[in-house]
């Protein structure tokens, strides 16, 4: 028996049977958000991801930059192996945030996407309801 193995930089929904990439269910209009709390749950994320920015910048001026060991082969092979493990390898701090960022946008991006769902199908209903009330 194979276990699915899910993509890691993506957010999922985890129903009865399986679990569902976000971005697929809201594409095909299944979740919809109204706008208030959409909008809310919106800037929570656009904070965390201004926060994620801000450990990565971080980061990135100071636990990747070089570190001064001197100008000779062990200081070059320890220097080389720091900046590896703060930001080359899979599961580096700058890796891992990287990632991290990725999903949070992305999640970010079908939250919006759901608000639009939600005015959408709204709209239709509207125009029904003054078919109905027209005829």
Do not use: C
């Amino acid at each position: 028996m194979s276990e699915k193995v899910l993509d890691t930089a993506r957010m999922y929904i985890v129903g009865d049977n399986d679990a569902v990439p976000l971005k697929d269910t809201v594409t095909s209009g299944q979740v919809q958000l109204d706008p208030t709390a959409g909008e809310e749950l919106r800037k929570q994320f656009q904070a965390q991801i201004d926060q994620v920015d801000t450990w990565l910048e971080r980061a990135n001026n100071s636990i990747a930059r070089p570190a001064p060991l001197g100008a000779n082969p062990v200081g070059d092979k320890m220097r080389e192996k720091f900046t590896q493990r703060a930001e080359g390898e899979p599961y580096s701090f700058v890796s891992v945030m990287t990632a991290y960022r990725t999903v949070l946008e992305q999640t970010k991006n079908s939250i919006v996407e759901a608000i639009e769902n939600f005015n959408r199908l709204d709209e239709e209903h509207q125009a029904e309801l003054k078919k109905i009330m027209n005829s």
